[in-house]
């Protein structure tokens, strides 16, 4: 599995932006799929993390009520819509996918996940 993240950019504290995620290689409608973010010298942590059918979702707790995502698996695309930005969500936001072994997975551990896609720099202005 493949795996292009786009979508990022610079965006002033308060605005929205929307990444995609699309993937090549394999039909994503059986996996798991997420989004993980990390700052240089800091640990990447789950930002949020759809299961393959797309009705079980998790969030990281500092992204709730701003940040949603979703996915289509007939483009084999999935999305993160992030808005209320603010200067502490500035990070290389990278997706994910992991063969789901139900239908309600969401894999939140670094561990837990074997297919990454390169980042996007998302860089929120004060």
């Known amino acids: 599995v493949q795996l292009q993240a786009s979508g990022g950019g610079l965006v002033q504290a308060g605005g929205s932006l929307r990444l995609s995620c699309t993937a090549s290689g394999r039909t994503l409608s059986g996996y798991a799929m997420g989004w993980f973010r990390q700052v240089e010298g800091q640990e990447r942590e789950f930002v949020a993390g759809?299961?393959?059918?797309?009705?079980?979702?998790r969030y990281v707790d500092s992204v709730k009520g701003r940040f949603t995502i979703s996915r289509d698996n007939a483009k084999n695309t999935m999305y993160l819509q992030m808005s209320s930005l603010k200067p502490d969500d500035t990070a290389v936001y990278y997706c994910t996918a992991e063969f789901s072994p139900r239908r309600d997975y969401v894999p939140r551990r670094r561990s837990d996940i074997r297919y990454w896609g390169k980042g996007t720099q998302v860089t929120v202005s004060s």
């Open positions: 759809i299961s393959r059918g797309g009705d079980t979702i």
